[in-house]
């Protein structure tokens, strides 16, 4: 069956980094755009990055563009998600999923992350 196991979060400080990791099994992993959302606390979930198969194309949010960076290890059929410069707005679970719509596809159960001092 479809899986997708995020990893990565924590806490961190405001300025700092983390990245994040989706492993993914039980479908031909290449053959699948792929997306990173977030659900702040209290919030409903938004979506952050998706990059289409190959990374031929690749979007983000407003909020995470120039800080944030996806990509893709088809090898290794996981997707990752750099974070930089996190600010304490960016707190929230982060879920990958499958597919490019927010609305449609299989996601992972989630990984939190914390940016405070």
């Known amino acids: 069956q479809v899986q997708l196991v995020e990893s990565g979060g924590g806490l961190v400080q405001p300025g700092g980094s983390l990245r994040l990791s989706c492993a993914a099994s039980?479908?031909?992993?290449?053959?699948?755009?792929m997306s990173w959302l977030r659900q702040p606390p209290g919030k409903g979930r938004d979506w952050v990055a998706r990059?289409?198969?190959?990374?031929?194309?690749?979007d983000y949010a407003d909020s995470v563009q120039g800080r944030f960076t996806v990509s893709r290890d088809d090898a290794k059929k996981t997707m990752y998600l750099q974070m930089n410069n996190l600010k304490p707005e960016d707190t929230a679970v982060y879920y990958c999923?499958?597919?490019?719509?927010?609305?449609?596809?299989?996601w992972g159960q989630g990984t939190q992350v914390t940016v405070s001092s």
């Open positions: 999923k499958t597919g490019w719509s927010p609305s449609t596809g299989y």
């Open positions: 039980g479908f031909t992993f290449s053959t699948y755009p």
């Open positions: 990059m289409t198969t190959a990374g031929g194309r690749i």
